[in-house]
């Protein structure tokens, strides 16, 4: 063996070369198969899915390309349209404005290029004064700044329930930009604004709706709450008890609070002048979650309250206006409706005692005289006349003859049957909860 190893050692030794070598091929080979493999498939699967996209309508495929951007854009669009409604009831106001504006060598400028410069201006600080200041220079870059001012104003006096003046209407400009109303963290700039809207509000209800408490005239605020520095400064001419009322504590009053409290005076404002156009008799109470809104994806949601009285047509019709407001960039939500009867008629037929009770009660009111006037010593209280004492016997007996009369008659034919003894004078009380949602606005 050794002998023939060693006569053959060229022989072996190139042999075992070609072992190797034919292993390594057949490895080689062997990976080349699988990837080829996993290509062929690679290839059947994607040639499914291009067959099923070929089915698919419109088939994404270069003739359809123009038309799926032109539904893309679509689709923006719509969505936008669908947003406007939610929170921008000055957006009117603000294309009017810009439609009049010109820059000082009398070019016009796009809403959208506007905003763009004014937040730009506007965010170079975060001071208040400065922001002032800037907002000041920024205006005098258009020439005819007053005047757009002015078609502003008389849109925005139709879109908001705020009384608008020369005080106000930079902050209500402001707002309508996307500014936060903070109010310069001032406590007196916000019992300005506050006092500014509840006068309007009660100008609005004047000889309209009625308020069954002093609390309901503070619409769920309480202007104790606001530090008493600010209160002191703020307070005259406001009438007596007008610092107290509503609901509020001092930790709703943080300046970081501002905005929001503003919102919810707009809010409230709003759903105070459509109410005059219901019809409602009074406002009981005005009641809000919290001072924060609900955050629901990139909506705010504000929560309400608010408990009135009326006929059932008047807080039907109430509801139908508050529903039919996205028409003006407002959106309410009305979750439920409590009602309640004012006087329960119907226990007077369970127990006729009580409406014996109650109608001594308003005979006695009806008997009971006037307050005299003052006369001198000695002079006679004024006696009935001759004529004066006829016509009243005779309408006693012609009332005695009547009753005698439908005695006989069956109790069909008497007068007053079918006449309704139930929810006689129509009144309830509602107590209406009410949400009010708008696109959320981080602000600048």
């Known amino acids: 063996m050794n002998r023939f190893v060693k006569n053959n050692l060229v022989l072996i030794i190139v042999l075992g070369i070609s072992l190797v070598a034919t292993i390594g091929l057949l490895v080689w080979t062997t990976m080349q198969y699988l990837q080829m493999w996993r290509y062929i498939t690679q290839t059947e699967n994607l040639r499914e899915e291009i067959a099923n996209l070929i089915k698919k309508t419109p088939a994404p495929v270069e003739g359809n390309i123009p038309l799926i951007e032109t539904d893309r854009k679509l689709y923006e669009r719509v969505a936008a349209q669908i947003r406007k409604p939610f929170g921008h009831p000055l957006q009117p106001a603000l294309e009017q404005f810009i439609s009049v504006l010109r820059r000082t060598d009398g070019e016009k400028v796009t809403l959208e ?6 937040t730009a201006e506007w965010t170079k600080n975060d001071k208040f004064a400065e922001q002032e ?8 870059n258009f020439r005819n700044w007053d005047e757009a001012m002015r078609v502003f104003r008389s849109v925005a006096e139709k879109a908001t329930a705020e009384p608008i003046n020369d005080g106000n209407i ?5 707002c309508a930009m996307g500014v936060q109303r903070k109010l310069g963290g001032k406590p007196e700039n916000l019992l300005r604004m506050m006092t500014n809207f509840r006068n309007g ?3 609005l209800t004047k000889d309209k709706i009625q308020f069954d408490s002093e609390e309901a005239t503070f619409f769920s605020f309480s ?3 606001i530090e008493s520095g600010a209160a002191s400064s703020g307070s005259s001419g406001m009438g007596p008890g007008v610092m107290g009322g509503g609901e509020g504590s001092q930790n709703d009053y943080q300046t970081d609070n501002y905005p929001m409290i503003a919102q919810h005076w707009e809010i409230l404002s709003d759903i105070v002048k459509r109410s005059t156009e219901s019809g409602i008799t009074s406002f009981v109470s005005f009641r809000k979650r919290a001072v ?3 955050k629901t994806g990139s909506f705010d949601v504000y929560h309400y309250s608010i408990e009135v009285t009326g006929t059932m047509e008047s807080i ?3 509801v139908g206006i508050l529903d039919q407001a996205y028409h003006d960039n407002r959106v309410y939500v009305v979750r439920s409706i409590f009602l309640y009867q004012l006087e329960d008629d119907a226990l007077l037929l369970v127990k006729p005692e009580l409406a014996l009770e109650k109608e001594a009660v308003e005979g006695r009111q009806m008997a009971m005289p006037e307050m005299p006037r003052t006369r001198r010593r000695g002079s006679a209280a004024p006696r009935e006349s001759a004529e004066e004492r006829q016509a009243r016997e005779m309408e006693e007996r012609q009332a005695q003859e009547i009753a005698e009369r439908e005695k006989s008659l069956p109790y069909y034919h008497r007068s007053g049957y079918g006449v309704p003894v139930v929810g006689k004078n129509g009144l309830v009380r509602a107590i209406i909860d009410v949400e009010y949602i708008m696109e959320s606005g981080s602000g600048i």
């Open 113 to 118: 290029k506007f905003k763009e410069e004014f």
């Open 133 to 140: 200041l800037n907002y000041s220079l920024f205006k005098r």
């Open 170 to 174: 930079d902050e209500v400009f402001q």
């Open 201 to 203: 509000m009660l100008e």
């Open 223 to 225: 202007f104790e709450g």
């Open 292 to 294: 924060q809104p609900e």
């Open 316 to 318: 039907r019709k109430l």
